[in-house]
């Protein structure tokens, strides 16, 4: 013991600060939610323990499963729509020219500018009255003020429009990023025999592409599973939080509600249990399937 002291005491003590802040900021916190997710705990009382009670409730609620059933739709949409037009877009203008480069410009500054101003353009742009942008296209084409914000059918179809536009320019750079990492010899030798640029899409380009698909694929739906500021900043009012009959109440805003508003903490962290949980097992499927095609 005494040897090691020596030899490394001073490393250890440089990175002491660094486990001393992520146990006191990242380990307990995790523990303590977990500890809670199993007690009846309001914020204004001590946690008094109750089991699987919270689990039991939370499963017998339906605005639960409500958000779980509009988290689930939204992630497959946003995911979905956004990984095959990021491709496409990568496809066509991945070349090293000017027009190309502003392209890409253009689509990645979502990422770069979005946040609670870009929800605030987005608000204005599908407001239900007739001076929103999208009603005001509407009008010039003489049809009438569509309720965006306001009506149930428009919720999903306006989050999944401003999810995508947010995260496509990002996969629009992981996607020219991977291109130009497939060898060229490769089109080279396909052209020489004859393949079509359908033929060397299916057989050269996806294959070649498939690690980047996936990592493209497992990010988003993880970050669509954990949205919370779009629907809150579009729908989220004072006596709700879901937006018209709930349509865009998200597990995220549903944990915030119960939590923040309610102050029903231990069955909030019920929630972010059952959330983690659900987040692993996705994370996990894809992790077998990258490691399945790995060793193929």
């Excluded at 013991?1 to 250890?12: I, K, L, N, V, Y």
């Excluded at 303590?32 to 008094?48: E, G, I």
């Excluded at 959330?275 to 077998?288: A, D, E, Q």
């Amino acid at each position: 013991m005494r040897p090691t002291w020596r030899r490394h005491g001073r490393d250890m003590l440089l990175v002491a600060p660094f486990f001393a802040l992520f146990g006191l900021f990242g380990v307990w916190p995790v523990l303590r939610s977990a500890w809670l997710s199993f007690t009846d705990y309001h914020a204004t009382d001590d946690p008094a323990w109750v089991g699987t009670r919270n689990y039991a409730e939370l499963f017998a609620d339906e605005r639960f499963w409500q958000a779980l059933g509009n988290t689930a739709t939204y992630m497959a949409s946003v995911s979905v729509i956004a990984v095959v037009l990021g491709l496409v877009l990568a496809l066509n203008f991945g070349s090293n020219s000017r027009l190309h480069q502003c392209v890409r410009v253009a689509f990645f500054l979502p990422a770069v500018a979005g946040g609670v101003g870009a929800i605030s353009a987005w608000k204005w742009l599908a407001n239900s009255e007739a001076y929103g942008f999208f009603n005001s296209l509407r009008a010039a084409l003489g049809l009438e003020p569509a309720r965006f914000l306001g009506d149930p059918q428009w919720t999903m179809p306006v989050l999944v429009l401003v999810g995508v536009w947010s995260v496509l320019g990002y996969n629009l750079i992981i996607f020219v990023a991977g291109l130009r990492a497939i060898p060229q010899e490769l089109y080279q030798a396909a052209r020489l025999d004859g393949a079509s640029r359908w033929q060397q899409l299916l057989h050269i380009t996806l294959p070649n592409l498939r690690p980047t698909l996936v990592y493209v694929s497992v990010t988003g739906m993880v970050a669509s599973f954990q949205v919370f500021y779009e629907p809150y900043l579009l729908y989220g009012a004072v006596d709700t939080l879901g937006g018209p009959l709930d349509s865009a109440l998200m597990l995220v805003t549903y944990l915030f509600d119960r939590g923040f508003r309610q102050l029903d903490l231990g069955l909030a962290s019920a929630a972010a249990w059952v959330m983690t949980t659900l987040l692993f097992g996705l994370t996990w499927l894809n992790l077998r399937f990258i490691g399945k095609e790995e060793r193929r």
